[in-house]
């Protein structure tokens, strides 16, 4: 009887273990995916903001 409750605590803590390493796969890919669009953004900003450092005529509220 011991052994199969054991048994049974022992595949519990597997079932929450196994959840736990799902949602921190989950987490660190949602992360990782905020951290590139954040990094795209930036880089497109800086890109931006440097066309319209080198041609005057291009202002931030458009071509004028």
Known sequence: ????????????VLQI????????RKIIIRTFFLVFIFQTV???????????KRNPRFDF???L
């Open 61 to 63: 509220a458009g071509p």
């Open 17 to 24: 273990r196994c959840r736990f390493r799902f949602w921190h």
């Open 1 to 12: 009887m011991r052994s199969i409750q054991i048994g049974a605590i022992d595949y519990r």
């Open 42 to 52: 930036n880089i497109a900003n800086c890109k931006f903001v440097a066309v319209c």
